[in-house]
């Protein structure tokens, strides 16, 4: 029945896509529909049965679906693995993923393509589940590239933009030059454990050298990196809003994107034998966070906001891998998932009022015409932002706190800075978006309207979820989802030494305080005085021009990597396309020539002795006269009977000083 | 004299290609235009008897006409594999031929003389009996790529193919001559033999083994003798080029891989070295050019090219002295896996291709696949999973060549190679993906003129499920394919 159960959770979506796949012309959307969200909906289902009862029991359970590749010593099985940490990314991944169903059943309603979406998302959604709940690293594998596969279908979607398929196409080869780092990584693992099951790699893991830790360490992490939009190949996941809301919502910002974390977390037995590897997770997090966060400030278009913000708080769970704080990671991954997903699903439901607009510049004044969205839109940023007591404040501390409470006073500094910036990007979006004058162009302002019900009523629940999700949490390092994920992610890096109740609240006080102070600022900014921000720009014009153009990473990508190889190919593809040819016309020429010269020595050594022995024998033999027939194949006979001599005359001379050589000798 | 019945037995299969190919032939004139397909049913009738007949001698060792052919699973594999390939091709010729109105009965006489010059290369234990087989093999391609008559391009192909093809054959005589000064003999044995005696410095012994791998290079077309690739896979009739693609490519690997370890494995340390150049060079440039290509079988052109690379990693595994044994073997059965899963994935590729029409003309832009999508939605999903298999995404076949071949070379301590492999496969998706990129993120202009659409005929169906299949079902249970492998690689010594 467990394994049913198990088993079901993939499977569900899987059919759906299936049967909308190969079926979906034939049917109306609110078949495709049903199917989409309702198989969704069934695989929440039995993935909280399955979260029960491994509550209950506490076990650790393996359930083999088949073997995939076996053969001398490697043996890997279609296998999928029940722990807590499944647990809760499972329970993460179909939660959200079915609000997310539920909600583009009204965002996508009337978009052409609509049953090819509801198909995309589903196959997006069974190649997470294989990525989380795989028991072996080529099942994870299977899941990332699947994800990467949907992602790019799914970017691409509206594609009579240009943009978006250039940046479909981006996503997924920026994914693929971090998968070759993290194929390298399984390779690695199975060279130096002879398997790639997680239960028998951990529990050897002790045995690593510390290099080779490492090596694998990094290998994993430039696979992590790409997947989960680090620096440096996060440039794919701005772009990546080119495809319809609630992509964004569920690949990237919910779930997809934190595969990268998911996979360290995962991964933590290796980490724990590479300090060197460590710390460079928790760099790579700590300057994503903030870098990604500084080019946030001056973005304007809503959902562009809102990605570099997902960057930078994947940077934050980066960041808690990279100090050991593994739970927190989850944590705030989970936590992530609730505000993030409301925020990009508010963002939708704006974007749907405004018929399509996402500049902020052409926003303002939304709070009365939208105010369900308004309010729900607030409680994201209030999570987000780290206020006392919704579920970002809670995940957020914990991975600051932890930070300091280990001395990394550096990577608290940057944090600490980031969550400043990340306070203020976001009320700035909130004020440019809901408060201030209306600058909403007529043609949109027209048909402003709250958006329905079926939109409505996923974002109650995920708003729900953003004011309480953190209590799992709470008290920090001893809630219920430490106990629980206890187990897996080991007792190392979470401290154990005791933390005076004092320093926690203190540093609990100094968050808030600086997430305060970052609301204060945009509030004075947008609200008190709207002008000054465009003062500071036109005061400081480098400074707000490189952060506009995203400090010229893409263009400067563009001129070291793209271009040189696309030059690089065009140069070669002339070279092939030119020597061949030139190769080809000089065997001609060749050929030509010694035609040429043949048809000389033809006509004036050969007709000349043929002319001459014709001549002695033109009384005496008859027959020779044959020999003039004109006939070509009489010449050939000719020319080779030649040769024949030649070759013959030469022979001898040579096999006489041949044999001259070997008397000789 | 009189032939031991055991010889004829060993040569089964081949006598009887040879003598269905002559059969075609000599029924051509007879046969009325419009039942030129009973001779395609006839040539497969023969695939049919050859490949029960090749399956049933997969246990057996005969060493036959006083060692010029050898029979053994090694042999066996690549022709069940070729017998595949070339059935495949007849049917998707059914229609391609029908399509372009070159529907010629001779042209199923060349294929299955084609199809026994590889079968000769593969179970050949003599050079100048694989020789005979490459000559065979050639000479019936030059005809099959000029076949489009009345189409400069494809007898330009032709010519070409022609001109390069007789100079690698030259330069392969050549080394074959100089070997045979060496060791006195053509057959394997005992140039392994002469080899073993005179060492791996000997520089006569080193020109020859130079001389052999760029012939072979030719063959298998790799950086630097790919030269002719993308022009002659242009030019050729789709079909054609598709046959050329895989069924050449494999048949040239399989001859590779026995002369090389058979007959020269004496000189590994030596071959290893050029074959790793080589196969880095063809990797890089394979991948680098093909993202610039806008045809779509210059861009598959170039792809053969970069998937030989990845399959010459196995060889460079094999070759690589330090490794042991069971890693060497298991370097040649990722190849002989490689170049199975390769044949799937590029035929079905090939079969779009061949059969997308526009306006009656075939669509070989990469641009005429737009909207294809919305158009055909199966068949852009078909294109879909064959690209996605070329990149080597699982769960498709193409990912479980690539795992075994990346897999040999991290075994064989060539990590790094296996990380250059890993990083090109990283590119070359970008130019599998434009494919996918055209068919479902772009409507055609409403004035270009005719939409792509797919002639389908059943026997179009057949090839498209299986080659389908194939690539699913190998990356789903590559277990069977795996086992037989490594039950018909070769035996190193």
């Keep these: 029945m467990f394994d049913l159960l198990v088993v079901l959770i993939p499977v569900l979506p899987l059919l759906a896509v299936l049967v909308n796949g190969l079926l979906g012309h034939r049917y109306s959307h609110g078949v495709a529909h049903r199917l989409g969200w309702g198989s969704v909906g069934l695989s929440f289902g039995c993935a909280i049965a399955v979260f029960l009862s491994t509550l209950s029991t506490g076990l650790t359970r393996e359930v083999v679906v088949y073997r995939w590749i076996f053969g001398g010593d490697l043996t890997i099985n279609l296998a999928f693995l029940v722990d807590p940490l499944t647990c809760v990314m499972m329970l993460v991944v179909t939660g959200v993923g079915f609000l997310i169903h539920v909600y583009s059943v009204g965002y996508m309603h009337g978009e052409e393509g609509f049953t090819r979406f509801f198909t995309y998302m589903n196959l997006f959604m069974v190649s997470m589940l294989l990525l989380v709940m795989g028991n072996n690293y080529l099942v994870l594998f299977i899941g990332w590239e699947g994800v990467g596969l949907c992602s790019y279908l799914l970017i691409g979607y509206y594609y009579d933009r240009v943009s978006a398929a250039k940046a479909a196409t981006k996503a997924f080869v920026v994914n693929r030059i971090g998968d070759a780092g993290f194929l390298v990584a399984i390779f690695l693992v199975f060279v130096n454990f002879k398997t790639l099951d997680y239960t028998q790699v951990f529990a050897q893991a002790g045995q690593l050298s510390t290099a080779m830790a490492t090596a694998i360490g990094l290998c994993l992490l430039i696979g992590a990196v790409g997947k989960s939009a680090q620096l440096p190949l996060y440039t794919w996941l701005p772009d990546a809003m080119e495809g319809p809301t609630p992509v964004s919502a569920l690949i990237h910002a919910a779930t997809m994107v934190t595969a990268g974390v998911y996979m360290i977390v995962r991964n933590h037995a290796i980490y724990d034998m590479a300090p060197l590897a460590m710390t460079t997770v928790a760099l790579v997090g700590g300057l994503t966070a903030v870098f990604a966060a500084t080019i946030g400030l001056v973005q304007n278009d809503i959902k562009r906001v809102l990605a570099y913000s997902t960057v930078s708080q994947l940077g934050y769970m980066f960041l808690a891998c990279g100090i050991g704080a593994y739970t927190a990671a989850i944590f705030h991954l989970m936590t992530h998932a609730y505000f993030k997903a409301l925020l990009f699903l508010s963002a939708g439901s704006v974007i749907h009022a405004l018929s399509g607009e996402q500049d902020v510049r052409k926003m303002g004044g939304l709070r009365s015409k939208l105010p369900w969205t308004h309010a729900l839109f607030l409680i994201g940023t209030l999570a987000i932002a780290g206020i006392f007591p919704l579920a970002g404040f809670w995940s957020k501390d914990e991975i600051l706190a932890h930070a300091f409470v280990h001395r990394h006073y550096g990577l608290y500094a940057i944090a600490a800075i980031g969550a400043f910036l990340t306070a203020f990007y976001m009320f700035r979006l909130t004020y440019l978006t809901f408060y201030g004058h209306s600058r909403v162009e007529p043609h949109a302002a027209a048909h402003l309207h709250e958006s329905p019900a079926i939109m409505i009523g996923p974002l109650v629940v995920l708003g729900a979820l953003s004011i309480v999700g953190g209590f799992p949490g709470v008290p920090p390092e001893g809630g219920w989802l430490h106990h629980f994920l206890g187990p897996v992610v080991g007792v190392a890096g979470r401290g154990g030494e005791h933390v005076r109740v004092g320093l926690v609240v203190a540093l609990m006080g100094a968050a808030t305080g600086i997430a305060l102070l970052g609301w204060g600022l945009a509030h004075y900014l947008y609200s008190v005085r709207p002008d000054t921000a465009d003062r500071w720009a036109a005061e400081a014009p480098r400074v707000y021009s490189t952060l506009r153009n995203k400090y010229y990473v893409d263009e400067v990508y563009d001129a070291v990597f793209v271009e040189p190889t696309k030059r690089l190919g065009a140069a070669w593809d002339w070279f092939d396309r030119h020597v061949i040819d030139a190769v080809v016309r000089g065997v001609g020429r060749l050929t030509e020539t010694g035609s040429a010269a043949s048809t000389w020595f033809e006509k004036y050594v050969i007709y000349g002795v043929i002319n001459v022995t014709g001549y002695a024998n033109h009384l005496a033999a008859w027959s020779w006269r044959k020999l003039q027939s004109g006939m070509v194949h009489h010449y050939a006979a000719i020319i080779v009977a030649g040769l024949f001599i030649l070759v013959h005359l030469i022979l001898i001379w040579w096999t006489g000083s041949f044999a001259l050589g070997v008397a000789a000798r | ?493």
């Design chain 2, 1 to 493: 004299m009189t032939l031991p019945l055991s010889d004829i037995f060993a040569v089964l299969p081949e006598l009887i290609v040879v003598t269905a190919a002559c059969l075609v032939l000599a029924l051509d004139p007879l046969t009325p235009s419009a039942r030129k397909s009973w001779l395609a049913w006839l040539s497969l009738a023969a695939l049919v008897a050859c490949f029960w007949i090749s399956a049933s001698q997969m246990g057996v060792t005969v060493l036959a006409f006083s060692g010029l052919v050898i029979l053994d699973p090694y042999a066996g594999f690549w022709k069940l594999l070729l017998y595949v390939v070339t059935g495949l091709t007849i049917l998707l010729s059914l229609a391609y031929l029908k399509e372009e109105r070159i529907n010629l009965g001779e042209y199923y006489g060349f294929i299955l003389l084609s199809l026994s010059g590889m079968m000769i290369m593969v179970s050949a234990a003599d050079l100048l009996t694989i020789y005979l087989g490459i000559e065979l093999m050639s000479m019936s391609l030059y005809v099959l790529a000029g076949f489009k008559r009345f189409e400069e391009r494809s007898l330009e192909a032709s010519a070409k193919y022609f001109v390069l093809g007789s100079f690698s054959s030259g330069i392969l005589l050549y080394g074959i001559s100089l070997l045979f000064g060496v060791a006195g003999s053509t057959r394997l044995q005992p140039i392994a033999a002469a080899v073993a005696i005179r060492g791996f410095d000997d520089p006569q012994l080193l020109i020859a083994m130079i001389l052999l791998v760029v012939g072979f290079g030719f063959k298998v077309s790799v950086v630097p003798f790919h030269m002719w690739t993308p022009d002659v896979y242009e030019g050729a009739p789709t079909s054609v080029t598709a046959f050329m693609a895989v069924a050449s490519k494999a048949a040239s690997f399989g001859a590779l891989l026995r002369v090389f370890l058979e007959g020269l494995g004496g000189l590994k340390a030596n071959w290893y070295v050029l074959f790793l150049i080589v196969s880095v060079a063809t990797l890089i440039l394979g991948n680098v050019v093909a993202i610039v290509q806008t045809n779509i079988k210059r861009m598959l052109a170039y792809s053969s090219i970069a998937h030989a690379g990845y399959a010459l990693i196995g060889m460079v595994v094999a070759g690589q002295t330090e490794a042991g044994s069971a890693v060497r073997s298991l370097g040649v059965s990722s190849v002989m896996l490689y170049l199975a899963v390769y044949a799937f994935m590029t035929l079905g590729a090939f079969t779009v291709v061949a059969l997308l029409r526009k306006g009656g003309l075939e669509g070989e832009e990469i641009e005429d696949f737009t909207g294809l999508a919305k158009r055909q939605p199966l068949a852009a999903l078909l294109m879909l999973v064959f690209m996605a298999s070329l990149a080597g995404i699982p769960p498709t076949a193409g990912f479980i060549g690539k795992f075994y071949v990346f897999l040999a070379a991290v075994k064989a301590g060539l990590a790094w190679l296996a990380v250059v492999a890993v990083l090109f496969a990283a590119v070359s998706a970008y130019y599998y993906l434009r494919v996918v990129m055209v068919m479902y993120m772009r409507d055609p202009e409403p004035a270009e003129g005719p939409l792509p659409r797919l002639a389908t005929s059943p026997a179009l169906t057949v090839v498209l499920a299986s080659t389908l299949g194939g690539v699913v079902l190998l990356g789903l249970f590559p277990n069977a394919l795996v086992w037989v492998t490594s039950f018909a690689v070769l035996i190193l010594k």
